[in-house]
Every structure is written in C-alpha cells, then in structure tokens.
C-alpha cells in the first residue's frame, strides 16, 4: 500500500489543511485535559478518551467516508477518476483510508490516551472498528450509485446510520464486555480464549470484510468483471463464526438463543440451536442483500441467457447475491425441518414448528417477490422505498389492524401460532401466486417491447 497513490495523496491535500487539522487536534487535546483536570482519577479520563474517539472516528469519520465518493458525483469529477489508470484496489483504500484521514488525525491524542489507559489491545479494537465503520459506509454509498447516481444529505445520513447501527452493539458486545459476560475467557468450538483477544480477532475479520467489500464494489463501479464469490464466502464465515459461539456455549449468547420468543428451546442441543440461528441469520442477508443490491430485469436476463447457454462463467458473473441467500436460506429451511427435534421442554410440537418454519420461509419468498415487482415497475428509481413502505403496511400495520379479525384475515399477515396446516399456508400460497403471476406478466410484458424495439 504505497503512500504514492494519487488518489490518497489527493485526500490528504484536499483534508489536510493546517486549519482544519489545528482546530480538531486542539479541539480533542482541550477536552482530554479538562476531563483530567476535573477527576484526579483516571476513570473519567479514559471515558473522555474512549468517547472522545468513538465520536470523531464514528460520527465525523463516518459521515466523510460516506461522502467520499458521492461528493466527487456532486461535483462531477467522478467520471473522470473512473477513467483513470487507477485500478479499483488503488481508488478503494485512497478513499477509505484517505478520505477521513482529517478524523483519523484528529483522533490520535485519544488514541494515545487508551493506549496509555486502556492498553494496546483495546486501542487496537477501537481503531478496527473505526475502519469496520468507514468501509461499511462507504460500500453502501457505492452500492448506492448503482441503483441511482443522485446525492443528498439524507443518503449520507443514512449510510452514516446504518454503519453505526452495525458497530456501535459490536463494540457494545466485544468492548463493554464486563456489562453481559461474567467470564474473563470463553469458548469457540473447543478453542478457549480470553474475551479481550477474542474481540480483537473478531474486529480483526470483520474489517477485513468490509475491506474486501469496498474493493468488490469499487470493481463493479469500475465496470471490472465480478462474481458474487467473496459474498458466498462471507455467507460461510458467518455461519461457521456463529456456529462456534453457540457450540462453545458461551453464557449471553447461550441464553438469548435458548430462551428465544414463545418455543422456550431451554434444552435443545446445540446442532439444533445452529440449525435454527442459521435459518434465522439467512432470512435477514436475504433481506440486506435485496435491498442493497441494483435489481434490474436486464441483469435478470443476463443470468436467464447464461442458464440457457450453458455458460457458466456468464451465469456466475450475474447472478444475484439475494439470489444465492435464498438458496441458502432455502436449504437450512430443509435441514431444520427435517432433523430439529424440539426438546420436551418446549411449549410447541415439531409439527407446530415445522409449519411455522415452512410459513416463514414462505413469507420471505412473498416479500422478495414484492420487492422485485415494485422494481420493475417502478420507472423513478424508488421502487426499493415502495417496497419498504409495502411490506412494512403488511408486516406491522395490517397485522395491528387485523389482528383481532378472524384466523384466517390474520395469517394473511404473519403465520398463526396455533393453527391447522391449511390456515398457515393457503393464504401464504395464494400471495406467492399473485405476486408470481404479476411478476411473470411483467416480464413478459418488458420482453414484448423489447422485442418490438428490435
């Protein structure tokens, strides 16, 4: 990673300006002294610190990574950097790292302070974290130019929240940890480790994920060729990172999964705890991965075209990351109700929770058919906002409304907790057929006018 990148030289030009740099350095240093001025301890200092960074690191941080390259939109010089000879690797990290580089400087009298305090390894979480923050952010605002290039304070915001919706529990669960664990080590799989190493590593990954989801991005934006390989993988390491936690039985997570809604699973084994986490974990990439990804019926069709020609490669380049989490999701659906047996301390039977399973999975078909139909009809380029504001009228408000309607009104919603096979999944059926059909219609109606356009 040479600091002879144009693109990071360029930020550090363009954020770097001793005003800048002098006023946020002075504004941090000023604070750290007044907390230590006002406690004689050094409890408040290290809090100060630990805020101190979270706030410059997270919020501002955040918020310039987040711009980054939506600004460049703004002010159209982004076009001319995408035909520049740097490669996506090159303007990933430039823009990561060198876009907030004003708040990484701003922070490092903090930074200093919880090493002193706190301890390399702690400072060392915080600062992970902090790339965790500004790669997510800037991988939605990428992803974000995809499905449209418009820009406004509201999309910053938005990614700038869902970065610090994603960090600030890890940080809660992985830093703060003497607030929901007992335990000074703890258990993945049959490794033990120390809580403080084990929140070190996890950052460790996790950034690095974000990192390589940047550059996939970065690629796409670039109009390099780009499978959804690394997106599989992350769905792997997912999946075997939450299954060790659960097989290493440690005590918060344990619980949480053990005493879930009404099933009150106290003595399910722990491959039956996996198996159902993992449905769980699916269903919601499903969702993430819908509403992140450009929906388009050409790429549709390109997938279509590869499948019937037999080209692999063509078929992999396109296909869909949601596409390949339903499968996913698909397949734990098949494994849960097929070998979860339901300890005798549950309050449901396997049958009543084989059809809830199936019901749910169900479900989400309706729901990712509704958001691919609101896409393709929509012709502003908001069809994933019509489709937020459809399934939450079915999902929440409908269900309120309805709720004290007959049995059948009701699971036309959700799937009823007591119930006959028939009352689950007939109405569940009779939408996934009318979304389908609505989607085939449209369909054929786009490749008419294709067609006729030929």
């Known amino acids: 990673m040479s600091l002879m990148n144009p693109e ?3 930020n550090l030009w363009l954020e770097l300006t ?4 002098g006023v946020s350095v002075l504004a941090v240093v000023s604070l750290l002294a007044l907390a230590g001025v006002r406690d004689s301890g050094m409890t408040a200092l290290s809090g100060a610190a630990e805020t101190l960074f979270g706030v410059v690191i997270f919020l501002w941080g ?10 460049e939109i703004t002010e159209r010089t982004w076009d001319t950097q995408r035909m520049s000879a740097l490669g996506p690797w090159q303007m990933s990290w430039g823009k990561l790292f060198g876009a907030p580089i004003c708040a990484w400087a701003a922070s490092l009298p903090a930074l200093a302070v919880m090493v002193w305090l706190d301890g390399v390894q702690q400072a060392a979480i915080y600062v992970l974290l902090g790339v965790l923050c500004h790669a997510i952010a800037l991988t939605l605002s990428l992803q974000s130019i995809r499905k449209g290039r418009q820009h406004g304070r509201v999309k910053t915001l938005f990614f700038q929240f869902v970065a610090l919706l994603v960090v600030l529990p890890f940080a809660y669960l992985l830093i703060w940890r003497n607030y929901w664990v007992e335990r000074e080590s703890m258990s993945w799989f049959s490794l033990q480790i ?12 996790f950034s690095a994920w974000a990192v390589l989801a940047v550059y996939r991005q970065m690629r796409l934006e670039l109009q390099k060729p780009t499978a959804p390989t690394a997106w599989l993988a992350f769905l792997v390491f997912l999946l075997v990172y939450q299954t060790g936690l659960i097989y290493g039985g440690t005590s918060a997570v344990d619980t949480a999964l ?13 491959f039956s705890l996996t198996l159902f986490t993992a449905g769980m974990l699916l269903s919601a990439l499903v969702y993430l991965a819908i509403f992140t990804e450009a929906k388009s019926m050409i790429g549709l069709r390109q997938v279509w075209d590869g499948l019937r020609r037999g080209d692999w490669r063509r078929l992999w380049l396109h296909f869909p990351r949601w596409a390949i989490t339903l499968k996913f999701a698909a397949i734990a659906t098949i494994l849960i109700v097929l070998f979860i047996d339901l300890p005798a301390s549950a309050q449901a039977t396997d049958s009543q929770f084989d059809r809830l399973v199936i019901a749910s999975f ?17 012709r502003s380029g908001r069809g994933d906002l019509a489709a937020i504001i459809l399934l939450i009228v079915l999902s929440v408000i409908a269900p309120l ?14 799937p009823p907790l007591d119930g006959s096979w028939a009352m689950t999944l007939i109405p569940v059926l009779a939408q996934l057929v009318l979304v389908g059909g609505l989607l085939i219609r449209v369909w054929l109606q786009a490749e008419k006018q294709r067609n006729s356009a030929i």
């Not at 309706?366 to 691919?372: K, P």
């Open 62 to 71: 955040g918020r310039l990574a987040a711009d980054s390259v939506l600004q």
């Open 401 to 414: 409304i309805f709720g004290g309607a007959s049995p059948v009104v009701a699971s036309l919603f959700w």
């Open 8 to 10: 990071f030289r360029r």
């Open 362 to 378: 169900l479900f989400l078909l309706r729901n990712v058919g509704i958001v691919l139909l609101c896409n393709f009809m929509a």
């Open 258 to 270: 053990r005493d879930l809604s009404d099933l009150k699973l106290k003595d399910a084994t722990p």
């Open 18 to 21: 001793p005003a800048r740099l």
């Open 194 to 205: 120390d809580i403080l190493s084990f929140a070190l590593i996890s950052a460790l990954l």
